[in-house]
C-alpha cells in the first residue's frame, strides 16, 4: 500500500540497539585530493569508528581504532582527531564520562560539544569535510591513537604509545536521546560542505610529515528514528537522516524480520503494511519527517512497529546501489507511561 498523507498510524517507542561501524580509509574522502584518499603526502591511513548507544541509559560509547597500512620502517600514522554528529535538536547535552584503552598508556583527549554544528558558530570543523556535533582531540601527534600492530613512528615517546582501541563514553542530554540507535550515529551526516561525510578522523606522523583529515564514503547510508514521546494522544515524526540527495522510502510491518528475498534480505518482516516515498533527502539538512498521530485508543498499548528505509543515490531511479536502513522497532505506551 502507497500513501502520499496519512492523520494517523499506529506505534511507539523506539527499542532496537545494536553496534554500528564507519570505516574511513582510501575508499573516502579528502580534501585537495583527486582518486583515493590519502593524507598530504599521499601516505595512506584508515580507522574503524564503532558506535554502542544504549536508549534506556542515554549512554553512548564510541571505540576508535587504528587501522592504517603497516610499511616496513616507514613511521605510521596516528589518530589526532575524531568527528561525528547526531540528528539537529535531538541532543542538546553531552558529557565524557570515560575515555579507556586495554594497553598501559591511557587517553587524554580533549572533548567539545556543539548542539547546532550548522548555525554558522561551528567549532567542530574537520578542514573541508564540515562541521560536527562531536570532536574528539590529542593534544599533538604523539598522543593520537597508534595502530596496535605499529612499531616504526616518527618520533621517540617517552612513554608507551597508546594503542588502540581507544574507547569514549558520553553520557547524553535531550528531547530524543531515548529514541536514537547506534545507526543513526553511524548514519549522520556533517554540514556546511560539498563533501558530507559520516565520521572524520584526523592523522599525523604518516612517514613523519604526513598529515589530514579523512571521511568515510558509504553511499546513501542511512538510519530511522522517531522525533517525540509514541503515546496514546500524541503526534510523533518518523524520521530518516543519511546522505544528501538520497531518496529515501519509508516501510512499515507489524513484524519482526528479516526476510529473505530473492536478491536481497528485508530488515523487517512481510507483507509491509505501507511505504511513504520521501524523494531526496535535503541538502542543508539530509533528514525527512512524516508526522502520525498516535489515536487515544486503548487497545494499542504494547502494539509493535518495525520501521525501515529503502535509499538510491541521486538520479540512480533505476540502476543500484539500492540499501536498506537497519530496522528501528517502535512501541505504543500508554498516555502516562515512560516510553518501553
Request: hydrophobic fraction near 45%; proline fraction near 9%.
Amino acid at each position: 500500500m502507497n500513501a502520499r498523507t496519512i492523520t494517523s498510524i499506529l506505534f511507539a517507542s523506539g527499542l532496537a540497539t545494536a553496534q554500528a561501524q564507519v570505516i574511513v580509509d582510501s575508499g573516502g574522502f579528502a580534501c585537495g585530493l583527486d582518486g583515493p584518499a590519502a593524507l598530504d603526502n599521499g601516505a595512506a591511513a584508515a580507522a574503524v569508528v564503532q558506535f554502542d548507544y544504549s536508549q534506556a541509559e542515554a549512554r553512548l560509547d564510541v571505540t576508535v581504532t587504528n587501522t592504517s597500512p603497516i610499511q616496513p620502517d616507514v613511521p605510521s600514522p596516528l589518530i589526532t582527531h575524531v568527528y561525528f554528529n547526531v540528528p539537529a535538536g535531538t541532543v542538546s547535552t553531552a558529557t565524557l564520562l570515560t575515555q579507556t584503552a586495554a594497553g598501559e598508556t591511557q587517553p587524554a583527549f580533549v572533548f567539545g560539544f556543539d548542539p547546532d554544528a550548522g548555525n554558522g558558530d561551528d567549532p567542530n570543523q574537520a578542514a573541508c569535510l564540515g562541521t560536527f556535533n562531536f570532536r574528539l582531540a590529542a593534544a599533538d601527534v604523539s598522543e593520537g591513537i597508534a595502530n596496535d600492530l605499529a612499531e616504526v613512528f616518527c618520533f621517540d615517546p617517552k612513554q608507551p604509545l597508546l594503542r588502540g582501541p581507544v574507547t569514549f563514553r558520553f553520557h547524553l542530554e535531550g528531547p530524543d536521546v531515548h529514541n536514537l540507535t547506534s545507526d543513526v550515529f553511524a548514519a549522520s551526516t556533517s554540514r556546511n560542505t560539498s563533501k558530507p561525510v559520516n565520521v572524520a578522523v584526523g592523522f599525523g606522523g604518516a612517514n613523519c610529515t604526513g598529515t589530514g583529515t579523512l571521511g568515510n564514503g558509504d553511499v546513501c547510508r542511512t538510519a530511522v528514528f522517531v522525533r517525540g514521546a509514541p503515546q496514546l494522544g500524541q503526534t510523533v515524526q518518523l524520521s530518516v537522516i543519511g546522505g544528501e540527495r538520497c531518496r529515501a522510502f519509508l516501510g512499515l510491518s507489524d513484524s519482526a524480520g528479516p526476510a529473505g528475498l530473492k536478491k536481497f534480505d528485508l530488515p523487517i518482516g512481510l507483507p509491509v503494511l505501507f511505504t511513504f516515498d520521501f524523494g531526496y533527502l535535503p541538502l542543508v539538512t539530509p533528514e525527512a519527517g512524516l508526522p502520525v498521530f498516535i489515536p487515544f485508543a486503548p487497545e494499542l498499548v504494547g502494539f509493535t512497529v518495525y520501521m525501515t528505509s529503502l535509499t538510491h543515490p541521486y538520479l540512480q531511479d533505476l540502476v543500484g546501489p539500492w540499501t536498506f536502513a537497519p530496522a528501528y522497532a517502535l512501541t505504543v505506551v500508554g498516555p502516562f507511561d515512560p516510553p518501553l
